[in-house]
Nanobody, 127 residues
Framework: QLQLVESGGGLVQPGGSLRLSCAVS????????IAWFRQAPGKEREGVSC?????????NYADSVKGRFTISKDNAKNTVYLQMTSLKPEDTAVYYC???????????????????WGQGTQVTVSS
């Protein structure tokens, strides 16, 4: 059974940092692209970042987080990370990780492409 579990969310002040983790089980990161999405109250779910299955993983970022967020993975630990820095109040949302069976060299962050989802973790950026 494929399972994704997010952790690491919390309350942080503007300008602060958080690291989210997505622990996967029932499958290996060698065959799945992993993406992070977020959903703020009253808004649609949007793509944040993704990392492909190939090797160390090619990455892709939404324009709103480029230069501030970094996605990475540890295949041995079956875990994907999202390091978030210079956080802004508009980053406040529930963050989800999701998986897509894919051997493509690159990945996209389109919600409809991903088949398996975690339960989400809340990130609140506020003073």
């Amino acid at each position: 059974q494929l399972q994704l579990v997010e952790s690491g969310g919390g309350l942080v002040q503007p300008g602060g940092s958080l690291r989210l983790s997505c622990a996967v089980s029932g499958f290996t990161l060698d065959y799945y692209a992993i993406a992070w999405f977020r959903q703020a109250p009253g808004k649609e779910r949007e793509g944040v970042s993704c990392i492909s299955s190939s090797g160390a993983g090619n990455t892709n970022y939404a324009d709103s987080v480029k230069g501030r967020f970094t996605i990475s993975k540890d295949n041995a630990k079956n875990t994907v990370y999202l390091q978030m820095t210079s956080l802004k109040p508009e980053d406040t949302a529930v963050y989800y990780c999701a998986a897509l069976w894919s051997f493509r060299a690159m990945c996209d962050i389109w919600v409809h492409e991903y088949d398996y989802w975690g339960q989400g973790t809340q990130v609140t950026v506020s003073s």
